[in-house]
C-alpha cells in the first residue's frame, strides 16, 4: 500500500500540472471505488481553479475556488498518470485542465477512494476526525509520544502505527524508524524515556524526508505521476532484508506482529 511519502510523492508529482488550473473536463468512469464516488462530482468541479495540494496522513488533498477539496486515497495499487497516452481500463477519473492537460487516476484493485468535501469542514472528515499529529510537523515531539505511550504496555511498533497517535505513518517506514533510533519494535511504549523518544522522532523524520527525496518505494503497482518509481527501496534498512547482514554483521531477523511482517535487528535494538 502507498505509505505517507508515496503519497507526498504523488502530490508533489501534481502540482504543476494541476495547480491554479481551471479544469475543464471532469470523467468518473465508474460509480465506486472502495466506497461511491460522489455523484456530483463531475458537476461541482468542471469549471472550478484548483488553487492549493496537499495531504493529511495517506490522503491526497485537492482544494478548488469554489470552497471544495477533493480527497483521494490510493489504497492498494493506486497512481496518479499524468498525459497518458492511452485510456486504459482501470484509469476511473479522467480530469483535463484549461492548459491541455489530462490526468488519470488508475486503480486497478479498487481500494483506493474519491470524497468532495467542503473545505472548511475538512477537520469533520470522518477518516481525518481522530488523526493524530502529522509526522513531519511540530506536532510530533518526545513530549506528544510520552503522553501518548503514559502506562502502554502494548509494543511500540503496535502503537505507532496508531493513526491516532501519529498520522500517516506505516509498516516500512515505522521499521525503519526504530531501527535508526535502536529501539526494540517489541518494547513496551510505556517504558520509554522520553530521549529515546526524541531520537525516534528525529528517525522517523529523517526516514520519512529520505523516502521522499528518493520519490518513495516501490511496492506493487506503485509509481509517481510522472511514471517513475520509487527507489527508497534500494535504502531500506532492514525492511524486506530478513537473513542479510545489519550495519553491525547481525542478520536481520523477522517476527509478525498484527498480521504485518516486523523486521529488526536483534543486535542494535534494544
Known amino acids: ?42 458537476q461541482r468541479l468542471t469549471g472550478a481553479r484548483v488553487t492549493g495540494l496537499g495531504r493529511r496522513a495517506k490522503y491526497g488533498l485537492i482544494d478548488t475556488d469554489r470552497g ?20 486504459g481500463k482501470h484509469d476511473h477519473l479522467l480530469i483535463e485542465t484549461e492548459s491541455g492537460r489530462r490526468l488519470a487516476l488508475n486503480d486497478p484493485r479498487r481500494f483506493g477512494s474519491l470524497d468532495l468535501v467542503a473545505t472548511a469542514k475538512i477537520d469533520d472528515f470522518p477518516a481525518f476526525r481522530t488523526l493524530g499529529p502529522e509526522p513531519l510537523g511540530a506536532g510530533l515531539s518526545a513530549a506528544h509520544l510520552k503522553t501518548a505511550f503514559a502506562g502502554r504496555v502494548a509494543a511500540v511498533k503496535l502503537l505507532l502505527l496508531d493513526q491516532r497517535i501519529v498520522a ?7 521499521c525503519e524508524a526504530l531501527h535508526m533510533a ?6 513496551a511504549a510505556g ?14 523524520r529523517e526516514v520519512l524526508a529520505a523516502a521522499i ?23 531500506w ?3 524486506g532484508r530478513e537473513g542479510e547482514a ?8 523477522r517476527r509478525v506482529d498484527g498480521g504485518r511482517s516486523t523486521f529488526f535487528c536483534p543486535k542494535c535494538q534494544r
Open 237 to 239: 534498512r532492514v525492511y
Open 1 to 42: 500500500m502507498p505509505e505517507l511519502p508515496e503519497v507526498e510523492t504523488t502530490v508533489r508529482g501534481l502540482r504543476p500540472p494541476l495547480e491554479g488550473q481551471r479544469l475543464i473536463s471532469i470523467e468518473p468512469r465508474r460509480a465506486d471505488l472502495r466506497r461511491p464516488i460522489p455523484v456530483d462530482l463531475r
Open 68 to 87: 471544495d477539496t477533493l480527497i483521494f486515497h490510493l489504497g492498494m495499487s493506486g497512481s496518479w498518470r499524468i498525459d497518458p497516452a492511452e485510456i
Open 213 to 235: 527525496e528518493a520519490g518513495g518505494s516501490t511496492l506493487r503497482d506503485y509509481a509517481q505521476p510522472n511514471g517513475e518509481l520509487g527507489y527508497f527501496a534500494n535504502q
Open 246 to 253: 545489519c550495519g553491525c554483521g547481525t542478520p536481520v531477523a
Open 168 to 174: 500517516g505513518l506505516g509498516n516500512i517506514y515505522v
Open 182 to 187: 535502536k529501539i526494540a519494535p517489541t518494547v
Open 191 to 204: 517504558s520509554i524515556s522520553q530521549a529515546r523518544l526524541a531520537r525516534l522522532v528525529d528517525a522517523i
